[in-house]
């Protein structure tokens, strides 16, 4: 694992650092998905997702492009769960990544519980720690964004449509700074079904593709016994 990231460093130092950002800014606001039933739902007054649990399967794909490098491709296939309103939520995922024809895939774990965020390498069996805050893990509310939203994007409502069947807003979320990122996000309850953003070096996909809206097992929404956390 080690000798694929000097790999892709070497290739460009700013993979790394877009990478991240990119994810961050792409999974965050598109894993915020889950149909409502009427004995889940509730009037959004935070940054919550709008319904109390359930999990849904979801695919993405992004391409990172760089002048003069070959273009950095990932594919993600995953689920997650939550409960709580998402104040409790587990993504995992398996993330396959292809450059310049050098493969590599992870089985990876992103869980937020106790307004903290745990990223884990389930294949190494060790993870870290983060304090959730106002740029680390926060679900973004898609009806009346806050003010460090606001501060980061801006928020067009564009129409309305239907996906799996669920009456939706269309959006347009446009990044103020950095990549100047433009993403078209289908959402329905404050919840994403779908999400395409475009940037001078990124290309990124997400679409549900499954739904499940029974509660989740706790052990789930929990750091497995065989994760070290450094």
């Given amino acids: 694992m080690d000798t694929y990231y000097t790999f892709i460093l070497r290739l460009n130092p700013k993979f ?4 991240n950002k990119f994810l961050f800014t792409c999974l965050l606001g598109t894993l915020t998905f889950l ?3 009427s004995q889940q739902t509730k009037h959004l007054t935070s940054n919550q ?12 794909s992004s391409v990172m492009n760089f002048p003069g490098q070959p273009p950095l ?11 709580e ?6 993504n995992l995922y398996t993330e396959t990544q292809d450059v310049a024809d050098f493969k590599v895939s992870r089985n990876l774990q992103t ?3 106790d307004n903290y965020k745990y990223s884990i390498d389930l294949d190494a069996k060790k993870g870290t ?13 898609y009806d009346n964004p806050d003010d460090s939203d606001k501060s980061l994007y801006s928020f067009t409502l564009t129409g309305a449509g239907t996906f799996l069947d669920k009456p939706c807003r269309l959006l347009t979320v ?5 990549a100047g990122s433009v993403s078209k996000v289908t959402v329905w309850n404050n919840v994403v079904l779908k999400r395409v953003t475009t940037s001078s070096v990124l290309n990124y996909t997400f679409e549900v593709t499954k739904i499940d809206e029974s509660q989740p097992d706790s052990t789930l929404l929990a750091i497995p016994d065989e994760i070290i956390i450094e």
């Fill in 129 to 141: 720690e983060e304090v959730i805050n106002d740029r680390i893990g926060k679900i973004t509310n």
């Fill in 111 to 113: 869980l937020y519980l």
């Fill in 85 to 90: 309103y998402g104040n409790k939520r587990s």
């Fill in 174 to 178: 446009t990044e103020k700074q950095g």
């Fill in 73 to 83: 491709t990932t594919h993600v296939t995953g689920k997650v769960c939550f409960d």
């Fill in 16 to 19: 790394k650092a877009v990478m």
């Fill in 35 to 37: 149909p409502a039933v």
């Fill in 49 to 60: 997702y709008g319904v109390k649990y359930g999990t849904i399967h979801y695919k993405s």
